[in-house]
Structure formats: structure tokens, C-alpha cells
T-cell receptor
Framework: EAGVAQSPRYKIIEKRQSVAFWCNPISGHATLYWYQQILGQGPKLLIQFQNNGVVDDSQLPKDRFSAERLKGVDSTLKIQPAKLEDSAVYLC????????????FGPGTRLTVT | GEDVEQSLFLSVREGDSSVINCTYTDSSSTYLYWYKQEPGAGLQLLTYIFSNMDMKQDQRLTVLLNKKDKHLSLRIADTQTGDSAIYFCAETSTGNQFYFGTGTSLTVIP
């Protein structure tokens, strides 16, 4: 079974630029999560989708971050405009159910904002 | 949000047991997890425990939960160099919002 795929693996941009990350979950997984992991910290949930609907986006900075999962499969997370403090690893995870006790993580996208 | 705390570093000799500790504040936690993260990789779920359990054993891994003290531990028996990684505990009460600790960096000395 293929795992969670993410691209790109690395991205370097200047502040005020835009960036987008892509995630393809494990086939058949209804629930998709985006996490932000700042160096030296644990992951922080940004947004959770159940199929193509948003379950929780309470910690998503909506003035600059947006995410979509239009067809209930793959998802895109966008930052516009980026700030220095957005430098982090962005992790995507998926699970078969919303219960969440079997989350599978992708390798992450390391973003550096200069 | 809820607080989940871990010590930052742990060093053990190969073949010894490792014990990684975690404390949390959410008294309504239903699931508690241990994840392993190797350099440049995502998180790998090692094991989880329901809040109505005290202990769970899975091969070299033993999870102990003290719900009264809100304390979770992960014991790795016969620690190997391949166990060197960062270990995160996490908890959820709703199955939606998950709270992760800061991670414990385990170094195994040959």
C-alpha cells in the first residue's frame, strides 16, 4: 500500500512570496490533516478534512493560510504571503476514520522563508 | 490548547532499557499515542493506548498510563542503535484535535 505522498520535499522562498504544498493521502482514507512542525516542537494541527469538508480549522491563520480538498482526495495548503515565522516542516497525515487513532504521516515539506 | 510535556533528551547504552516520559493536562483524554520521527521523515505511529487501560505491551515496547497523575511512559527494552530518533507523545479527547509534546531525542550509544 502506498503511503502518504507530499511535494515538494523542500522549498525556499522570500518573505511576502506565495507557496503551495500538495498532499495525496493513502487511498480510501477519508480524513486528511495538515500539521505545522516548527523546529524543536511537536506538530500543531492546522486543519482537518473529512472527505471534502472541513472538520477543524481553528488553528489555521486564515489571513494568510488556505487549504482545500475539492474532490475529497488530494489536498493543497497555500501560504500567501509568507512570513519568516512560517519556516517549518508541513506534515500531511491521513486516517481511514475520523477517530484518528491510526494516523499515517507523509515525509513532510520543509519550508524556509528568508 | 492542552499541554503535553516531555523531557528533551535521553541517552542510553545499546542493550539497556529506555524509558521516555510524558505528562499531559487534559483529564478527558481518550487516546494517547507514541510516535517515532527519524531525521527527514514524517512521524511513525508506534503504539497507542485507550484511557481505560493501564498498560499495553507490543514486542519491545511497553506503554504505562497513570491516568490519575496524567502520566504516560514508553519503555523500549533492549534498545538498539536503530531506535535513535525523536519520540513524541500525543493525546486527543475528541478524535479531532490532537496535541503533541515537544519530543524526546533518544540517543543510543553503541
Amino acid at each position: 500500500e502506498a503511503g502518504v505522498a507530499q511535494s515538494p520535499r523542500y522549498k525556499i522562498i522570500e518573505k511576502r512570496q506565495s507557496v503551495a504544498f500538495w498532499c495525496n493521502p493513502i487511498s480510501g482514507h477519508a480524513t486528511l490533516y495538515w500539521y505545522q512542525q516548527i523546529l524543536g516542537q511537536g506538530p500543531k494541527l492546522l486543519i482537518q478534512f473529512q472527505n471534502n469538508g472541513v472538520v477543524d480549522d481553528s488553528q489555521l491563520p486564515k489571513d494568510r493560510f488556505s487549504a482545500e480538498r475539492l474532490k475529497g482526495v488530494d489536498s493543497t495548503l497555500k501560504i500567501q504571503p509568507a512570513k519568516l515565522e512560517d519556516s517549518a516542516v508541513y506534515l500531511c497525515a491521513s486516517s481511514a476514520t475520523g477517530g484518528g487513532y491510526e494516523q499515517y504521516f507523509g515525509p513532510g515539506t520543509r519550508l524556509t522563508v528568508t | 490548547g492542552e499541554d503535553v510535556e516531555q523531557s528533551l533528551f535521553l541517552s542510553v547504552r545499546e542493550g539497556d532499557s529506555s524509558v521516555i516520559n510524558c505528562t499531559y493536562t487534559d483529564s478527558s483524554s481518550t487516546y494517547l499515542y507514541w510516535y517515532k520521527q527519524e531525521p527527514g521523515a514524517g512521524l511513525q505511529l508506534l503504539t497507542y493506548i485507550f484511557s481505560n487501560m493501564d498498560m499495553k505491551q507490543d514486542q519491545r515496547l511497553t506503554v504505562l498510563l497513570n491516568k490519575k497523575d496524567k502520566h504516560l511512559s514508553l519503555r523500549i527494552a533492549d534498545t538498539q542503535t536503530g531506535d535513535s530518533a525523536i519520540y513524541f507523545c500525543a493525546e486527543t479527547s475528541t478524535g479531532n484535535q490532537f496535541y503533541f509534546g515537544t519530543g524526546t531525542s533518544l540517543t543510543v550509544i553503541p
